[in-house]
């Protein structure tokens, strides 16, 4: 057993120096400046530099419409997967984790031939103002598209271990027999069961849009993650602050849906 614990704590020690050595490099690169010594000027410089807030608002917004188109898709047919065609629920979780195994090089280009494709032979049809409409940098619908499609085999993954844990069968009779539709039997009898589920697959969707760059940089649109790697060419010390910054930020978020996961669980046991 004492072999089994030092074992256990050598592997803990090893995996957090290699995630903690170079975020300490990162801190002391943006904070350490030759001739100035410890400064805090990047991390000031953030909020003021040009396309900051704008690249950030963007993400931010592309990850809420992605977080729920990709539940609505996702939740009422993994919950009509497991009711009514258990059997299907191979080709499902193959054609949703397909993301995994199709490069992003290759996904972006599909897209941008498709992109192409439509203006081209679709100029005299009203599909010509939609294909303008996806495109439009305000807010790309088109990258919404590409998140959904890269998200699946998270929120497969999340959505499955959450239907795993409950009877979702017996739930949905014991709602229907008093007297709910099978939309509100859904709504108030599965989706609370679900909390956690909900929860991880809303934060691993927003984990990757907000570091998702290939798509986005080959499209010709600059959410966060490729205003960042813009800004790393001139400020170098402010694009690496605000990696840092967005580290945090993602640390600080996946520590509060836990404990807020973990007092859903306490409070459902009560």
Known sequence: MARLNLWRWGVLGLAGLYFLVPLAASVLFTVDV???????????R?????????????????????????LLLMVPAMVALRLGAPRLRPVVEIVCSLPLVVPPIAFVAGIGTVLKWGPEHLSRTPLFQTFVAIQNPDFPVVLVLAYVVMALPFVYRALDAGLR?????????????????WPQALVQAVLPNLRGALLNASFLTLALVLGEFTV??????????????NVSGSQAQLSVAVSVLSLLVTWVLLLVMAGFGGRTRTNSRG
């Open 34 to 44: 030759p001739g100035q010594g410890i400064t805090f000027d990047a991390y000031g």
């Open 46 to 70: 953030i909020f003021s530099t040009e396309g900051f807030v704008s690249s950030l608002l963007l993400s931010l917004e592309l990850a809420a419409v992605t977080i729920a188109v990709v």
């Open 165 to 181: 844990a409950i009877d979702v069968p017996t739930l949905v009779e014991a709602a229907r027999s008093c007297g709910a539709g």
């Open 216 to 229: 986005a940089q080959l499209l010709g649109f600059q959410p966060f993650a490729v205003w960042i790697v």
